[in-house]
């Protein structure tokens, strides 16, 4: 049972990974008047958040290692107590990867708009978040 939650780790890195490439700021229409300017300083602060953030796939993919790592140890621990290590360090490392790997795709994710966001403000945009 504990082996068919493994495939849903590659789904979660791709989801992770392509939420950061798709994120947009949520600029007031009112300073996008000129629509080449516009462009151009999305793309570049686009470059530049990409450049200054952790990447967000291989974030939430360290964060599942690690978080797979604590939660069989954890795991064992507890179901050593209980007469059943084996069944204990496979059950903390699903919920370890899940955790793990949740935690650090968020703030890797948080890091990236954050940077994108401040990149657009400092070039005059009003931003609406």
């Known amino acids: 049972m504990v082996k068919r939650y493994w495939v849903l780790l ?26 080449a300017r516009y462009q151009k300083d999305l793309y570049e602060c686009k470059q530049i958040a990409k450049s200054y953030s952790d990447d967000v796939g291989e974030e939430t993919g360290k964060g599942a290692l690690i978080g797979g790592a604590v939660g069989a140890a954890g795991g064992a621990a507890i179901g050593a107590a209980a007469g059943s290590p084996g069944t204990g360090a496979a059950i903390g490392a699903v919920v370890g990867v899940a955790a793990g790997s949740a935690i ?23 931003l609406l978040k």
Do not use: H, I
């Not at 795709?105 to 994108?116: L, V």
């Open 10 to 35: 590659p789904v979660a890195l791709l989801l992770a990974a392509g939420c950061a490439s798709s994120y947009r700021p949520a600029v007031d229409p009112t300073f996008t008047t000129d629509s």
């Open 104 to 126: 650090a795709g968020t703030s890797a994710k948080k890091k990236y708009e954050d940077t994108y966001d401040a990149c657009m403000r400092n070039r005059g945009y009003k």
